[in-house]
């Protein structure tokens, strides 16, 4: 086995797509549209006589060239009668009766001029392909070896991707594992001969709600800390990114030279996940600040959902408690999920608390209890719950009281919990 995985990590065939479940019933096309689509992934011509497939579950079959001219009536200009694949270009390895032209769902698929037509010496591609079958393609003499599903990985990988969607390869210089392919997003539900759908499937975005101020109002000659989620809802990991940080202030959502004021490298964010990139905004000038947020991507394919505005307050003079936002919704679904408080006191080195009071004016929770302070201001975050059990949808009280010199200062904002 350890012999195989080195050689599937350094072939130059590689397997980058699956075609198993064709589109309509099995019967009585059945496995007459199914395909496996090769790459050769190197500067060399590669001749693919001694290759055989497997979907193990028969003996091996050999490919062969595929010598039946009718299929040049609908692509002319695809290759024929030769197993030489030629470097970086595609080949198809085709059931014998694709062409067979008794049904409604007769050569289904576009395929591109140049593209290495392929079959096998049976009747169909290994014991005709399930879902679940994994594929292994390899060459004793020439020590290649490519496989599609895992095979040698017990995760329940390849399944079924849907009628008429074959499996495709997201990064082809990645091996076969189950992260490393997604169900074709291509609206013809494949690509055969061609790049596939899911390889520039680049997808970054911003949500406001996802940006956050600390604190939310800041007093003149103060900074104020700034934290946002990139959002990756495509199918590949990237950090090849910039996010320009700018005053909008002519209010017209468009970044203009004059109003950058930041720009920062991309960090590494994962497939369908989250990352979150922070900077500090150092004293920005008193008065009403809206700031865009934009991701700059040349590979994006959805570039409307790469723009975001936040906007914040700087003061003369501020007030002691400042929440944000002002309804807040802890539901776990990363948006608004906690309420941010803000307090500001006269100085450090007292004692402070900060209690939580339903409508009635029950007191129902101490986020912090006569804490001694050793800064004159700072953030706390409340989550709906109070010791352990979850508050109904209402409104509720924040007070602040502050004990410096045998003085007071207090302070309320009230905040809205829905549910």
């Known amino acids: 086995m350890l012999l195989f995985l080195f050689l599937i990590a350094n072939s130059r065939i590689i397997i980058t797509e699956v075609m198993s479940n064709v589109r309509g019933p099995e019967d009585p096309y059945g496995d007459r549209n199914e395909f496996v689509e090769i790459y050769n992934n190197s500067t060399d011509t590669i001749n693919l006589a001694g290759y055989f497939i497997s979907d193990f579950d028969a003996p091996a079959d050999e490919i062969c060239a595929w010598d039946n001219d009718s299929i040049l009536i609908k692509y002319p200009d695809v290759r024929i009668h030769t197993t030489i694949l030629y470097p970086f270009s595609y080949g198809l390895i085709m059931d014998r009766e694709y062409t067979v032209v008794d049904t ?181 000038s008193q008065g009403d600040h809206c700031l865009g947020f934009k991701i700059n991507f040349s590979d994006d394919k959805n570039p409307a959902n790469n723009i975001a505005f936040k906007s914040f307050q700087v003061v ?26 803000d307090y500001r006191v006269p100085e450090s080195g007292g004692e402070l608390t900060i209690s939580i ?11 912090c209890h006569r804490k001694i302070i050793d800064s004159d201001k700072g953030t706390l975050y409340w989550n709906g719950e109070t010791n352990g059990k979850s508050e109904s949808t209402g409104i509720y009280i924040i007070y602040l009281e502050y004990i410096y010199h045998n003085k007071i200062v207090k302070a309320k904002q009230t905040a809205v919990l829905a549910r």
């Open 104 to 284: 409604i769902y007769s050569q289904p698929y576009e395929i591109p001029a140049g593209t290495l037509i392929l079959t096998t010496d049976d009747t169909s591609i290994g014991n005709e392909l399930a879902s679940n079958d994994p594929l292994i393609i390899f060459s004793i003499t020439d020590a290649c070896t490519t496989s599609f599903g895992t095979p040698y990985v017990e995760d329940n990988f390849p399944n079924d991707p849907g009628d008429g969607i074959s499996w495709e390869l997201i990064d082809y210089t990645r091996n076969d594992t189950i992260d490393n392919w997604y169900p074709s997003i291509d609206p013809a539900g494949c690509t055969p001969g061609r790049k596939n759908s899911t390889t520039d499937a680049f997808d970054l975005g911003l949500d406001g709600n996802l940006i956050s101020f600390i604190p939310a109002k800041i007093a003149t000659g103060e900074d104020i800390n700034i934290k946002l989620g990139v959002i990756n809802a495509g199918l590949r990991p990237t950090a090849d990114y910039t996010l320009s940080i700018y005053e909008d202030k002519n209010r017209d959502s468009l970044l203009e030279n004059s109003e950058c004021i930041f720009e920062m490298p991309g960090e590494l964010v994962g497939a369908f996940d989250t990352v979150f990139l922070f900077w500090t905004y150092k004293k920005p």
């Open 316 to 341: 003369g003079k501020i007030g002691e408690l400042c929440i944000t936002p002002a309804i807040f919704t802890p539901d776990n679904d990363g948006i608004n999920d906690r309420l941010q408080i």
């Open 357 to 367: 009071f339903n409508a009635r004016g029950i007191k129902l929770y101490d986020l």
